[in-house]
């Protein structure tokens, strides 16, 4: 059984931190791409990071400079950290992994990050 288990989620005020982590199990962790995606409700999907098998990720412009992602192969794990965070933040943040024809195969549950001032 392929999982992706999210934590890390929560309650912040703006310009706090917070740090996601995605842990997966059931596949073979180091051969699949990750990308983090968030979303509010009643707006697209939008994602956030891709790290390739390789290591290189590619970043949101809306994120680019305050979060930052990190990939632990050896412990299975994919991380965001999130830094000087900002209402507009305010969203469900979802893992994913390993990219098929049409998009990322699996999909973690998803944690709510909430931002105030």
């Known amino acids: 059984q392929v999982q992706l288990v999210e934590s890390g989620g929560g309650s912040v005020e703006a310009g706090g931190s917070l740090t996601l982590s995605c842990t997966g199990s059931?596949?073979?962790?180091?051969?699949?791409?990750m990308g983090w995606y968030r979303q509010v409700p009643g707006k697209q999907r939008e994602l956030l990071s891709g790290?390739?098998?390789?290591?290189?990720?590619s970043y949101a412009e809306s994120i680019k400079g305050r979060f930052t992602v990190s990939r632990d192969n050896g412990a299975n794990t994919l991380y965001l950290q999130m830094n000087n965070l900002k209402i507009e933040d305010t969203a469900k943040y979802f893992c994913?992994?390993?990219?098929?024809?049409?998009?990322?195969?699996?999909w973690g549950q998803g944690t709510q990050v909430t931002v105030s001032s």
């Open positions: 994913a992994a390993c990219r098929g024809n049409s998009g990322y195969i699996h």
């Open positions: 059931g596949y073979m962790f180091s051969d699949c791409g």
């Open positions: 790290t390739s098998s390789g290591g290189t990720t």
